[in-house]
Nanobody, 127 residues
């Protein structure tokens, strides 16, 4: 599967932004999808993940109640709605796909569990 992230930009603190990730490939529906981010000088970290059906979702504590992940399997897209943005949310955001099928398991938070990655989209929050 190939992933293309978009929607990044410059936003003031407290504002909102929605990222989108378009996936190509007929097997998109079989993948767990996730969003990660990487700030300068820091390791890539988990942001949110969603199961194949959308019924299981995981969030990093730092974004819980501010970010919402969703997917549209018909359109092969996964989105990340971000609100109440903070300067510490500034990073390059990546969408990723995990092809491992474990029924009933919540989306993994581990970078190494995701086999496919998009190119990243820059999100910059100004204070």
């Amino acid at each position: 599967v190939q992933l293309q992230a978009s929607g990044g930009g410059l936003v003031q603190a407290g504002g909102s932004l929605t990222l989108s990730c378009a996936a190509s490939g007929r097997t998109y529906i079989t993948y767990v999808m996730g969003w990660f981010r990487q700030a300068p000088g820091k390791e890539r970290e988990f942001v949110a993940g969603i199961s194949r059906s959308g019924s299981l979702i995981s969030y990093a504590d730092s974004v819980k109640d501010r970010f919402t992940i969703s997917r549209d399997n018909g359109a092969n897209t996964v989105s990340l709605q971000m609100k109440s943005l903070k300067s510490e949310d500034t990073a390059v955001y990546y969408c990723a796909a995990d092809q491992t099928i474990v029924p009933g398991r919540r989306p993994s938070t581990r970078v190494n569990d995701y086999e496919y990655w998009g190119q990243g989209t820059q999100v910059t929050i100004s204070s």
